[in-house]
């Protein structure tokens, strides 16, 4: 029987709005809903906490309490998931970035906002669904090991075109355009966005694109296991940081049903679809 120690991940979703605009991506959401809902089922009293590694939305955009795209089976299960006692954080990814950064920092889930006004600060609203947002990275303690949890993309600098499009959308120009642009336009970009139904991975995104200073930085800011998403597969390496053997996983995604666990100290993956391949085959 596992305790709280053990951690679920959750890398690389993509769930899509019911609401998407093509009757495809309307079928992918409510697909990926059941098989969330039995996932979520299927931890409860296995897990003492839930780290979703980002892009858990195909695209994510809140503004001053609105939200682009009807999420609001997804919400309701990760709310009723935390309301029976799953810790649940989200890391940001390339495509659910603008729900806010930095670390929480009052009892209220309050912290330093995306869109940070003059007065206070932006609460994300993943917040009223259970999911406690950390920006880009989330540390963990396990088994007298610290886990930093990211996404991964700021790690592929060898992907020059992609690392340009990043700075753009997440820069000084991305916030300056996803602040002041009329909602109704916002709207809609994204929206036309989320109907995409297959995520096309870049073939170039492989492990050699992970750049070696990029990951020793990272590791030089604290931690003794990298664990990220983001390739879509699994991939995992070692790195000698200033005399320590440091790890880096990352996670297969769970839109081809790929999952990580941490517990006494070590990082695995497994397969949700077979677990349940495999149950249904002993049931029988």
């Given at each position: 029987?596992?305790?709280?120690?053990?951690?679920?991940?959750?890398?690389?979703?993509?769930?899509?709005?019911?609401?998407?605009?093509?009757?495809?991506?309307?079928?992918?959401?409510?697909?990926?809903?059941?098989?969330?809902?039995?996932?979520?089922?299927?931890?409860?009293?296995?897990a003492?906490?839930?780290?979703?590694?980002?892009?858990?939305?195909?695209?994510?955009?809140?503004?001053?309490?609105?939200?682009?795209?009807?999420?609001?089976?997804?919400?309701?299960?990760?709310?009723?998931?935390?309301?029976?006692?799953?810790d649940?954080?989200?890391?940001?990814?390339?495509?659910?970035?603008?729900?806010?950064?930095?670390?929480?920092?009052?009892?209220?889930?309050?912290?330093?906002?995306?869109?940070?006004?003059?007065?206070?600060?932006?609460?994300?609203?993943?917040?009223?669904?259970?999911?406690?947002?950390?920006?880009?990275?989330?540390?963990?303690?396990?088994?007298?090991?610290?886990?930093?949890?990211?996404?991964?993309?700021?790690?592929?600098?060898?992907?020059?075109?992609?690392?340009?499009?990043?700075?753009?959308?997440?820069?000084?120009?991305?916030?300056?355009?996803?602040?002041?642009?009329?909602?109704?336009?916002?709207?809609?970009?994204?929206?036309?966005?989320?109907?995409?139904?297959?995520?096309?991975?870049n073939?170039?995104?492989?492990?050699?694109?992970?750049?070696?200073d990029?990951?020793?930085?990272?590791?030089?800011?604290?931690?003794?296991?990298?664990?990220?998403?983001?390739?879509?597969?699994?991939?995992?390496?070692?790195?000698?940081?200033?005399?320590?053997?440091c790890?880096?996983?990352?996670?297969p995604?769970?839109?081809?049903?790929?999952?990580?666990?941490?517990?006494?100290?070590?990082?695995?993956?497994?397969?949700?679809?077979?677990?349940?391949?495999?149950?249904?085959?002993?049931?029988?």
């Amino acid at each position: 029987m596992a305790g709280p120690e053990r951690v679920y991940l959750l890398a690389d979703m993509h769930l899509k709005p019911l609401d998407a605009p093509n009757p495809e991506a309307q079928a992918l959401a409510v697909r990926d809903n059941e098989r969330l809902a039995r996932f979520l089922a299927h931890i409860e009293g296995r897990a003492g906490s839930l780290v979703l590694l980002g892009d858990t939305f195909n695209f994510w955009f809140e503004r001053r309490g609105k939200i682009v795209g009807d999420y609001a089976t997804a919400l309701a299960l990760f709310r009723v998931a935390a309301d029976n006692g799953l810790d649940i954080h989200h890391v940001s990814g390339n495509r659910d970035f603008i729900v806010g950064e930095g670390l929480t920092f009052d009892a209220a889930l309050r912290y330093p906002g995306f869109f940070r006004m003059k007065r206070g600060t932006t609460v994300s609203r993943l917040t009223d669904y259970g999911i406690e947002p950390h920006g880009p990275r989330y540390r963990l303690h396990q088994a007298g090991k610290t886990f930093t949890c990211i996404h991964g993309d700021g790690l592929c600098r060898g992907d020059a075109a992609f690392m340009m499009l990043r700075w753009l959308l997440q820069g000084p120009v991305g916030r300056t355009v996803f602040r002041y642009s009329p909602w109704l336009f916002m709207d809609s970009l994204f929206a036309r966005q989320q109907g995409r139904t297959k995520i096309r991975v870049n073939q170039k995104r492989n492990a050699a694109l992970f750049d070696k200073d990029t990951v020793w930085r990272e590791f030089a800011m604290g931690g003794d296991c990298i664990v990220c998403g983001h390739l879509h597969r699994y991939h995992e390496e070692e790195h000698d940081v200033t005399g320590r053997r440091c790890r880096l996983v990352a996670l297969p995604a769970w839109l081809d049903g790929g999952y990580g666990i941490i517990e006494n100290g070590e990082v695995r993956v497994e397969y949700f679809d077979r677990l349940e391949q495999k149950r249904e085959s002993d049931r029988l």
